[in-house]
């Protein structure tokens, strides 16, 4: 879906089973300990309510902290995890997320997904990975079942491994998270992910840092009157992908208040997105899943 200049856009995505997913979160891979700290609470403090982590990223002793000393009661922050590489297979998945909810000090989960398609130590074209995701994937079913998470999903799944879960799942994945920005904007696993109801989470919106210098991004950005993270933010939006940014720096986060990316005063005219849409060049800022069988 893609939503035009001049319209308000929503503050949320309302997935498949009715859980409102704020379309602003905070992204926080590589935010370590008081960096971590402080920008989850910089993030709730100017309103965000959307906090992207996983048990990868090592950090959620002090998310933990954040989420404790914001004083933002628990049902207004919606917090994602994702269980990795390392820990995916029968028996494992559930332990992960047991681990993850303890060290965050949750009860439960908004969003949990599988980080990726393939299993750590498997090769990638073996067919082990497909079990293992697969062994995974029931073991969320069934957390789902049981409350613990409120949402389920996937990370970096490609558009063979959208279709198979989608074919043989009880419960249908309710989000994607994978890369998307002008350079790398995954048209058909967008236009997938819509077809079969599940919510598209981009990550790496800014280029990991390399867009924010791009001349098509800083001269756009020049006309619109924002910064160049807005505008690359705001493109995402418009183009109906719920973005998840990081920064360790509350200046920065300050930017990304809903207010300041999400109103009808300001947005991108048809030109201008297709001035963004002319960057596509297929280039990768992160791992890349496309040889995982
Ligand atoms: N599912 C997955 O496999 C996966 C993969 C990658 C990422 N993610 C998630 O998506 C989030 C976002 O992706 P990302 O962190 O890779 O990339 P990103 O959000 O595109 O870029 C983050 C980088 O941009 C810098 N930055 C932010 N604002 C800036 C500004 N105004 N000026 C200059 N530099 C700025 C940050 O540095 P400072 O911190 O110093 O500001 C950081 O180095 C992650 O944190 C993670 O939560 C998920």
């Known amino acids: 879906m893609v939503v035009a200049f001049g319209t308000p856009l929503p503050r949320t995505i309302t997935l498949r089973n009715g859980v409102e997913l704020p379309a602003v979160g905070l992204g926080t891979f590589r935010a370590q ?14 309103g965000l309510r959307h906090i992207d982590t996983a048990s990868i990223y090592k950090n959620e002793g002090p998310i933990r902290e954040a989420l404790v000393a ?19 297979g029968a028996g494992r998945a559930r332990t992960a997320v047991e681990g993850i909810l303890e060290r965050l000090g949750l009860e439960y989960l908004d969003l949990v997904l599988v980080h990726w398609p393939g299993v750590s130590r498997v090769a990638p074209d073996s067919p082990t990975n497909g079990l293992k ?20 999903g996937v990370s970096n799944y490609e558009e063979a491994h959208v279709r198979e879960l989608v074919r043989r799942a009880a419960v249908k994945p309710m989000v994607n998270q994978f890369e998307v920005h002008p350079r790398r904007q995954r048209m058909e696993l967008r236009r997938l992910c819509a077809q079969e109801g599940i919510a598209v989470v981009s990550y790496a919106s800014l280029g990991c840092s390399d867009l924010l210098s791009h001349p098509t991004v800083t001269r756009l950005a020049e006309e619109v009157g924002r910064s160049p993270a807005q505008l690359l933010l705001r493109w995402a939006l418009q183009e109906g992908c719920a973005v998840i940014p990081k920064s360790i720096r509350p200046e920065r986060i300050s930017e990304w208040r809903e ?12 030109e201008q997105v297709a001035a963004l849409r002319a960057l596509e060049d297929g280039h990768k800022y992160c791992w890349d899943p496309a040889g995982v069988a």
């Open 33 to 46: 300990g008081d960096d971590a700290r402080t920008a989850v609470l910089a993030a709730l403090k100017v």
């Open 133 to 152: 995701r697969w062994e995974t994937w029931t073991e969320l079913e069934r957390l789902y079942g049981e409350g613990r998470v409120r949402a389920i």
């Open 70 to 88: 914001s004083g933002v009661p628990r049902g207004e922050v919606f917090v994602t995890s994702k269980v990795s590489p390392y820990e995916q």
């Open 259 to 270: 207010e300041a990316l999400l109103g009808p005063e300001w947005g991108l005219v048809p």
